[in-house]
């Protein structure tokens, strides 16, 4: 089965700073999805980036950019730039080419102090 | 569009009870899914409906949980006997095709927060 790992449960940044959300997942399979999802505050969950797998290239989404190393199994999120409304919990989530259903990590929650 | 609602936002039931959870979809999403997210923790796989049919379910839905979308739009998600362990937040999430495709991400509601005493 496959499992994702978010190895730090808090952190904090200075606004305007950048900071990088760690995620790492175990599957053996080689054709999949990685998604960063952000959830503020009493707020929705929303997609902050995705990745496929078969892509080399990092994806990028204005501040947000990932790094994501396949051999490793790694796939962390970097924000630059941060902004107070980035406060919020942070998902990685993992998805098999061709299933529907996620599988999430336990969360990093990440305060942008002003 | 004002995206997925949740319906209620708030649910304090009696252990043995029975409990409904309205989700109602965006408009032209046909597939739907059911998360559950307890504290500290990610959302896990609960369900997923495309149109009306139901095509998958996680194991973690017991024979105690049964979910329903009628006619392919607002689904329902109803837990009997609840249980302590049932306390979570159930998220309803929908899309328009399959997740993984660059222009049909996840939409998640507010969910609704289950509390069994």
């Known amino acids: 089965a496959q499992t994702v790992t978010q190895s730090q449960p808090e952190m904090s940044v200075q606004e305007a700073e950048t900071v990088t959300l760690s995620c790492t997942y175990d599957t053996s399979e080689s054709n999949y999805y990685l998604f960063w999802y952000k959830q503020p505050p009493s707020r929705q969950m929303i997609l902050v980036i995705r990745q496929e797998a078969y892509k080399q290239q990092n994806a990028t989404e204005n501040r947000f950019s990932v790094n994501f190393q396949k051999a490793a199994k790694s796939f962390s999120l970097k924000i630059s730039d941060s902004q107070l409304g980035d406060t919020a919990m942070y998902f990685c989530a993992f998805m098999k080419h061709d299933r529907v259903d996620m599988r999430f990590g336990a969360g990093t929650r990440l305060t942008v102090k002003p | 569009d004002t995206g997925v609602s949740q319906d209620p936002r708030h649910k304090i039931t009696k252990r043995g009870q029975n409990v409904t959870f309205r989700c109602d979809p965006i408009s032209e999403h046909n597939r739907l899914y059911w998360y559950r997210q307890t504290l500290g923790q990610g959302p896990e796989f609960l369900t997923y409906?495309?149109?009306?049919?139901?095509?998958?379910k996680s194991r973690l839905l017991s024979n105690r949980f049964s979910a329903e979308r009628p006619k392919g739009s607002f689904s329902t998600l109803e837990i009997q006997r609840t249980e302590q362990g049932d306390s979570a937040m159930y998220l309803c999430?929908?899309?328009?095709?399959?997740?993984?495709?660059?222009?049909?991400?996840?939409?998640f509601g507010n969910g609704t927060r289950l509390t069994v005493t």
């Open positions: 409906f495309q149109n009306e049919a139901q095509l998958e």
């Open positions: 999430a929908s899309s328009l095709t399959q997740p993984s495709s660059y222009n049909s991400p996840l939409h």
